[in-house]
């Protein structure tokens, strides 16, 4: 804790002195990130931290941002109902998820009729949905690209209130992502790679490990440029690859591009992991 202090201070005073170092915080996986010219170039950053401003940091590769979503429709419902001395607790609500395109977001919605949920309740309702979302059940992953819809539910006329009925709303919505074959979706890096004619072979054939797509290939001078898609989460160690496949010969760039879903043999994995995680820090 008290090396979390000067970190900040070690690190943005490094990447003034190297501009080649970019230090930033991922707005979703909330790690602190460095990135350089290579694996070797970030061991000199920890090393320049250990050496100059007494901050030892140990380096992991960075998270992959996985999303969930869900491919199929379900409804559910869930009542919340606590009884105890004076006022109870009282929320009951029927929810109803669809899939929504790729890259649509989220979306509520309401059909309560008859006043089965009061109007005054509907914006809790939303709210619970809402809250629910950054926190996906699946392996605690972002829910997106889902419409949640009220369409039912019940109340009572003492013991309801907006903390009852967000309550019932998160539970449901649970209870719904269960029921809709959810999915892990993880995002997909546009791949720009330059290298030598003599090393092409070798790099296709490493990028049909790594569940590339290649879209093209053209001369350029005299390197070959290879344009491919590629999973973020096989290419965390490419720049090391790269650099052993060609001789140090090779270069490449990346920039986010879309979010796919991932292949289930992948997921079980990946969901397996994340609930050790999560187990392991009692959430």
């Avoid at 931290?49 to 901050?55: F, M």
């Avoid at 989220?106 to 309560?112: D, I, K, L, P, T």
């Avoid at 949905?129 to 009572?156: K, W």
């Amino acid at each position: 804790k008290a090396d979390l202090d000067k970190l900040g201070s070690a690190l943005s005073r490094l990447a003034e002195e190297d501009p080649t170092l970019r230090v930033y915080k991922h707005p979703e996986t909330f790690e602190m990130l460095i990135e350089g010219l290579g694996e070797s170039h970030l061991d000199i950053a920890a090393e320049r931290l250990h050496r100059k401003y007494a901050v030892d940091v140990v380096l992991t590769l960075p998270k992959v941002p996985f999303k969930e979503t869900v491919h199929g429709s379900a409804k559910a419902e869930y009542k919340h109902k606590k009884q105890s001395g004076g006022h109870g607790q009282y929320g009951h609500v029927f929810l109803e998820i669809d899939p929504l395109p790729r890259g649509a977001g989220f979306e509520f919605a309401e059909r309560v009729v008859g006043g089965s949920v009061p109007r005054n309740y509907i914006p809790a309702v939303e709210k619970g949905v809402r809250e629910a979302l950054p926190e996906g059940h699946l392996a605690g992953y972002p829910l997106v690209d889902v419409r949640v819809t009220l369409y039912d539910g019940s109340f009572h006329a003492v013991d309801s209130s907006e903390m009852a009925f967000k309550v019932a709303a998160s539970q449901a919505l649970k209870k719904c992502i269960d029921s809709a074959q959810p999915i892990l979706l993880e995002p997909i890096f546009e791949l720009t790679v330059s290298v030598p004619e003599q090393y092409v072979g070798d790099v296709m054939g490493d990028l049909n490990t790594r569940r590339a797509r290649v879209h093209g290939m053209f001369p350029d001078g005299d390197v070959t440029v290879i344009q491919a898609q590629a999973p973020q989460v096989e290419l965390l160690r490419y720049a090391t690859e790269l650099r052993s496949l060609t001789q140090g010969r090779g270069t490449f760039s990346t920039k986010p591009s879309q979010f796919e879903e991932v292949p289930a043999h992948i997921a079980q994995g990946i969901v397996a992991e994340a609930r050790k995680e999560h187990a392991a820090h009692g959430d």
